[in-house]
């Protein structure tokens, strides 16, 4: 299963679905609206600052995506963010110092992506 969010680019939203995931959005919005490089974000109120990951501002910002901390709960649109808050998270800092005290490898959990829109089957799925 994927999920996927309706195409609403400014002045020309072609109606398509995009799955939420920034390879995808960049992907579509190069094939069917012609966006490369630096580009000014033409969804509606959007302060239309120009950015190079156009991909990733419209997963994070337009399509409600964020990764929850697998140890306390914390959510975060990015993984930049992410990776900050576990320098700081306290489940996170004292489940590595336990596994180290007791001579185990240390292993961290995945970051759940959490997504909002519609799912559907999945492109490769049998």
Not at 104 to 116: G, H, M, T
Request: hydrophobic letters at 30%; a positive charge; aromatic letters at 8%.
């Amino acid at each position: 299963m994927t999920c996927v969010q309706e195409c609403s680019w400014g002045d020309q939203p072609c109606g398509l679905f995009v799955e939420t995931n920034k390879e995808r959005i960049t992907h579509h919005l190069f094939h069917w609206h012609g966006v490369k490089g630096k580009t000014l974000c033409k969804f509606e109120d959007c302060p239309k600052a120009a950015m190079k990951s156009l991909g990733r501002h419209v997963e994070t910002v337009h399509y409600t995506t964020a990764l929850e901390c697998a140890y306390c709960g914390e959510q975060s649109s990015r993984t930049d963010a992410l990776r900050r808050h576990l320098l700081t998270c306290k489940v996170y800092i004292a489940s590595k110092a336990s596994a180290k005290k007791a001579g185990r490898k240390f292993s961290p959990k995945d970051a759940r992506k959490l997504v909002y829109g519609y799912i559907v089957p999945a492109r490769d799925a049998t």
